[in-house]
């Protein structure tokens, strides 16, 4: 069975940071390219970064772009996002996402991140 569980958020201040895990279990992680989203209050589904398998090549939306970075330790199975500088707008509910064929086709749990002073 295939699951992912996220950890790692949490209340912080403006400009301050969190890294966020996920955990894979029930596949072969290393073989898959892996993807952060999140949904803030009120708003639909929003990419943020991706990571593919194998040399781990990432991307990022404009976003989060220059503050934000997606890593990968396929020896633990395990996806990070190390978030810095973060900003009130960065306030959402953040989910790992596998990357199937024709998209995301599991996602965990969710994990809350909270900017505000």
């Known amino acids: 069975e295939v699951q992912l569980v996220e950890s790692g958020g949490g209340l912080v201040q403006p400009g301050g940071s969190l890294r966020l895990s996920c955990e894979a279990s029930?596949?072969?992680?290393?073989?898959?390219?892996m993807n952060w989203v999140r949904q803030a209050p009120g708003k639909g589904l929003e990419w943020i970064s991706g990571?593919?398998?194998?040399?781990?090549?990432?991307t990022y939306a404009d976003s989060v772009k220059g503050r934000f970075t997606i890593s990968r330790d396929n020896a633990k199975n395990t996806l990070y996002l190390q978030m810095n500088s973060l900003k009130p707008e960065d306030t959402a509910v953040y989910y790992c996402?596998?990357?199937?064929?024709?998209?995301?086709?599991?996602w965990g749990q969710g994990t809350q991140v909270t900017v505000s002073s």
């Open positions: 996402a596998r990357r199937g064929f024709e998209g995301p086709d599991y």
């Open positions: 029930g596949f072969d992680f290393s073989t898959y390219g």
């Open positions: 990571i593919n398998s194998g040399t781990g090549g990432s």
